[in-house]
Structure formats: structure tokens, C-alpha cells
């Protein structure tokens, strides 16, 4: 069945950085975009990054722009989210999802951005 396990979060300062890593299995990697998404405490999920097969097209939500970066590595069926320029605003649980027929989720890791 299809697994996505999210790894790498944790605690930051404002201007820190940190990467997430997604590691997926129980399909083919390759043939799929895969997206990030968050969910801060009292908000909806929201759409944060999405890459496509090949990583040859990379979409990015307005309020990460010039700050994330998405790619993957289709060796080890993995997506990646490099976070720079961290905000407190950042903080959520970020979750990597993939679109099989039906759309999966992993079960998210916490970032926290604070002084």
C-alpha cells in the first residue's frame, strides 16, 4: 500500500533552516508529483509545494517563494523540502502527500520557528 513518512522537522530560530525529507513507498515513485502541504495550530492545510515527474516543473505557494525549495531523488523514492529564511509564520505540521488514484498523507513532523 502507498506509505509516505515524513522526516526532518524540528525547533528553529527566525532566519534558520531546515530540510524535510519524504520518504514514499508501495508505488511507483517516479511515475507521480508529489506536494507538501502544512496545517498551522486553528488553520486549514495548505498547499505549500508541489514537483512533477522528472522534477521538471515546480509550483510554489506565494508566501514560500524564493525561500523553499522542492526536488527529489527517484533512486531513493524521495522527496525533499529545503526551508531557508524561516519565519515564525512557518510553523505548522508539514505533510508530503501523493495523488494514487486516491490522495495519501503521511503522518507530518512539526516545525517550530521561534526566537
Known amino acids: 500500500q502507498v506509505q509516505l513518512r515524513e522526516s526532518g522537522g524540528g525547533s528553529v530560530q527566525p532566519g534558520g533552516s531546515l530540510t524535510l525529507s519524504c520518504a514514499a513507498s508501495g508505488f511507483t515513485f517516479s511515475r507521480y508529483g508529489v506536494a507538501w502541504y502544512r496545517q498551522a495550530p486553528g488553520k486549514e492545510r495548505e498547499f505549500v509545494a508541489h514537483i512533477s515527474i522528472l522534477g521538471s516543473n515546480r509550483i510554489y505557494a506565494d508566501s514560500v517563494k524564493d525561500r523553499f525549495t522542492i526536488s527529489r531523488l527517484d533512486s531513493i523514492n524521495t522527496v525533499y523540502l529545503q526551508m531557508n529564511s524561516l519565519k515564525p509564520e512557518d510553523t505548522a505540521v508539514y505533510y508530503c502527500?501523493?495523488?494514487?488514484?486516491?490522495?495519501?498523507w503521511g503522518q507530518g513532523t512539526q516545525v517550530t520557528v521561534s526566537s
Open positions: 502527500s501523493v495523488v494514487v488514484v486516491s490522495q495519501y
